[in-house]
Antibody, heavy 115, light 107 residues
Framework: EVQLVESGGGFVQPGGSLRLSCAAS????????MTWVRQAPQKGLEWLAN????????NYVDSVKGRFTISRDTSKNLLYLQMNSLRAEDTAVYFC????????WGQGTQVTVSP | DIQMTQSPSSLSASVGDRVTITCRAS??????LAWYQQQPGKAPKSLIY???SLQNGVPSKFTGSGSGTDFTLTISSLQPEDFATYYC?????????FGPGTKVDIK
């Protein structure tokens, strides 16, 4: 079955770090653009970052640039989002998606940043 | 950054109605536009890519059109499962940006 499953969310204090994972099945990450998107409580969708199929090009929204890092392990077919220096405003559900305008989405993982 | 706007922000409709949602980009984005449907508490679902191409498995009652700066999503014959929030997204220029959403609820 073709699917994406996120994990790694949780509760963290401001300034802390988390690493989110996105497990892909039914297709290879090395053949597709991959994307991270988040949704704050009762808010709309916010595009965060993407990575090209060969991993050579990465792009971020300014609000996370320098704090978040997108990466992947093609041998494990895993996409990651390393999140450092977390702030209260990073509290959201984080989704991974396939393609630049994602055609396939994971179910999301909740990240809560609070003292 | 390219700003995406949607109108209306919300609408009430009845089962069987035809509804149209508009998305406008602050600058031309060719046809690099996608539409998504999101049910409460669920992940978004892709409906349309490249402004007018239907994703596999999406019913033909969903129609996308437009290019440049102005786009529309039309849902013909609204069904109970179509009551949701709809988002447009441009993937022409970084950072890729979403519209604020249009909530479609039951009249």
């Amino acid at each position: 079955e073709v699917q994406l499953v996120e994990s790694g969310g949780g509760f963290v204090q401001p300034g802390g770090s988390l690493r989110l994972s996105c497990a892909a099945s039914g297709f290879s990450l090395s053949n597709h653009w991959m994307t991270w998107v988040r949704q704050a409580p009762q808010k709309g969708l916010e595009w965060l970052a993407n990575i090209t199929p060969d991993g050579s090009n990465i792009n971020y929204v300014d609000s996370v640039k320098g704090r978040f890092t997108i990466s992947r392990d093609t041998s494990k077919n895993l996409l990651y989002l390393q999140m450092n220096s977390l702030r209260a405003e990073d509290t959201a559900v984080y989704f991974c998606g396939r393609h630049r305008g994602p055609d396939l989405w994971g179910q999301g993982t909740q990240v809560t940043v609070s003292p | 950054d390219i700003q995406m706007t949607q109108s209306p922000s919300s609408l009430s409709a009845s089962v069987g109605d035809r509804v149209t949602i508009t998305c406008r980009a602050s600058q031309a984005i060719s046809s690099s536009l996608a539409w998504y449907q999101q049910q409460p508490g669920k992940a978004p679902k892709s409906l349309i890519y490249a402004a007018s191409s239907l994703q596999n498995g999406v019913p033909s009652k969903f129609t996308g059109s437009g290019s440049g700066t102005d786009f529309t999503l039309t849902i013909s014959s609204l069904q109970p499962e179509d009551f949701a929030t709809y988002y447009c997204q441009q993937y022409y220029s970084y950072p890729f940006t979403f519209g604020p959403g249009t909530k479609v609820d039951i009249k």
